[in-house]
């Protein structure tokens, strides 16, 4: 029987037969180790606890924490990790582990890793094909196919790049999550990644245009789609003015009205001009790195210093600062509250209780407009679910458990 091997950057896992190897020369790993690595591996797809691991280690009679440590330690090592860099193996607060590197399954006949609770099996994500169209003005929209099975259609959101998004550990546990057992459709925005550039009109029928065009490059007829941040207000708008199209909704740290349209008060319109000023001032600084490290903190609350410099860092590589600069000021002011009642397929919002960059409240406006919606909250203060956030796997869940009804 073949074994499943797992490959991440220049590693192979070959779970079953425990051996490692790097660029193809074996790698020694201490049983033990060996051992807790392939559970990681196995069980990417979920935050395992520390006393689930003690007691795997221990075979039924849990290791005491110094030992786990040690084990962890020899892992990390074997894969080119360590305690504090944690780019592959990653403490997960409140006690607990994730192996979070970007995996796929070579070779298996055997069980695929195990999946979050109430997630379907599926084949990986280890395969992608990007490809392009035009949209109704011309504009280049740059879009991938990634994974296989039923589509799932994600509208573009604040500045992605699909050649390199899968590589970032901002996206890439969600390319993971949303790939079992569907094919995951998403593009570049006019104006970022691999699109033109050269925006032109920048509207919110031009972004709408910009989705039509892609599911039909694709060829699709009726499909669920995925709205994250900015990019759930182009969601509403399309499932509202393409009822026929959109089988269900879902909206994640998403809004119906910017920021400068939803100022209710002369403090908050003034609140949303010195926000607005602070972003011009940043990107058109030479060196925009401060504000965009900011600019990461409000997206990413709980993740460190380090994660924040590479959101950054991403940033500048997906766009012009000028584009940047118009992506905020349209933002602020876009607007589908008008429409949102028009939303007649079945739609699911969730959003973190503690959003830094979106209020809860506009999830509670979204719930209020959209008829045939439910609500769940929860807990975390990301606007962007990291992969390790307990939120992540939750998210999942009823995902895919409303995509499943």
Sequence with gaps: MDSAVYRFGQYALDADRRRLSHDGQRVDVEPQ???????????????????????RMGHGHAVSEAELATLLRSARLAIGDSD???RLIRAVRPHGYRFVAHT???????????TAPGVPAGT?????????????????????????????????????HLDIDRTTPMWAHWFDGLTRGRQLIRYDERGCGLSSWDMGSFTLDNLVADLDSVADA?????????????GGAVAVA?????PERVSHLILTSAY???????????????????????????WRSQDSSSFLRYFASQFLADATPAEWDAFAAYQQQTTSPANG??????????????IAHDVTCPTLIIHSRDDARVPVAQALELATLIPDSRLVLLESRNHLFTADDPAWPTFLTHLYNFLSE
């Design 218 to 230: 694709v060829g699709l007829d009726r499909f669920p789609l995925l709205g994250v941040s900015q």
């Design 325 to 338: 600069l118009r992506f905020l000021e349209e933002f602020t002011r876009i607007d589908v509250s008008g």
């Design 104 to 114: 796929t399954v070579a070779s298996t006949t055997a069980a695929a890793a195990p």
């Design 238 to 242: 399309y499932a509202a003015l393409r």
């Design 124 to 160: 990986e994500a280890d395969h992608e094909v990007i490809r392009f169209c035009r949209s109704a003005d011309g504009t280049r929209i740059a879009y991938a196919l990634t994974g296989e099975g039923p589509p799932l259609v994600k509208t573009a959101n604040w500045l992605t």
């Design 256 to 282: 119906a009205r910017g920021q400068q349209i939803r100022a209710g008060s002369d403090a908050e319109r003034e609140a949303a001009e010195v926000d607005l000023n602070i972003a011009r001032a940043g």
């Design 33 to 55: 180790a060996m051992e807790l690595l392939c559970h990681l591996v196995e069980h990417r797809g979920r935050f395992v606890p520390e006393e689930e691991l003690r007691d």
């Design 84 to 86: 504090t860099r944690q």
